[in-house]
Antibody, heavy 121, light 110 residues
Framework: EVHLVESGGDLVQSGRSLRLSCAAS????????MHWVRQVPGKGLEWVSG????????NYADSVKGRFTISRDNAKNSLYLQMNSLRVEDTAFYYC??????????????WGQGTLVTVSS | QSALTQPASVSASPGQSITISCAGS?????????VSWYRQHPGKVPINIIY???NRPSGVSDRFSGSRSGSTASLTISGLQAEDEAYYYC??????????FGGGTKLTVL
């Protein structure tokens, strides 16, 4: 069974940094693309970033480009999101999600429970 | 990076069928087959219910079906049940090499 567990969410001040982690199990981690998706409480889903199985294809939503960096450690079955220059509007639940295939173009077929990032002014 | 356009809400009675539309463009839904749908109950994690326009993951009821016409995708739920009351989101891969979600549709089962 696929299991994704996010950690690292916290209350931080605007302008500071935070690093989220996602521990994966139950599947061959380095065969699949991985994503981060966020959701402001009570609002819709926003795709944040995706990384292909071999890190050759990485991209970001315009809203975070230049501030956030996605990475993965296939040896540790882990996904990360380094968030710099945080803004109040980055406040949201951040979900780690597994892609259906190795490329970031495919659907997200398993999601973690999410971790809450709160950015104060 | 415009979000896909969904109706804010739809409603129907148990046993009826509903269709939720998801309007995109020639740069996303109109070009790629990587169109997916997700269901999210309040306070819960999203679940993938349709991938590649019309395919159902194992374990998803055949009451759920997906289709596409031009740049608009649709999710149809037949034989509505109380448990179907939830938020539904569409998503698509785009020419910008990103995924984009729709704004979400709240389904109310009357």
């Amino acid at each position: 069974e696929v299991h994704l567990v996010e950690s690292g969410g916290d209350l931080v001040q605007s302008g500071r940094s935070l690093r989220l982690s996602c521990a994966a199990s139950g599947f061959i981690f380095d065969d699949f693309a991985m994503h981060w998706v966020r959701q402001v409480p009570g609002k819709g889903l926003e795709w944040v970033s995706g990384i292909s199985w071999n890190r050759n294809n990485i991209n970001y939503a315009d809203s975070v480009k230049g501030r956030f960096t996605i990475s993965r450690d296939n040896a540790k079955n882990s996904l990360y999101l380094q968030m710099n220059s945080l803004r109040v509007e980055d406040t949201a639940f951040y979900y780690c999600a597994k892609g259906r295939s190795s490329a970031i173009s495919f659907a997200l077929d398993n999601w973690g429970q999410g971790t809450l990032v709160t950015v104060s002014s | 990076q415009s979000a896909l356009t969904q109706p804010a809400s739809v409603s129907a009675s148990p046993g009826q069928s509903i269709t939720i539309s998801c309007a995109g463009s020639s740069s996303d839904i109109g070009y790629y087959t990587s169109v997916s749908w997700y269901r999210q109950h309040p306070g819960k994690v999203p679940i993938n219910i349709i991938y590649d326009v019309s395919n159902r993951p194992s374990g998803v009821s055949d009451r759920f079906s997906g289709s596409r016409s031009g740049s608009t995708a649709s999710l149809t739920i037949s034989g509505l049940q109380a448990e179907d009351e939830a938020y539904y989101y569409c998503a698509s891969y785009t020419m910008g090499n990103i995924q984009v979600f729709g704004g979400g549709t709240k389904l109310t089962v009357l």
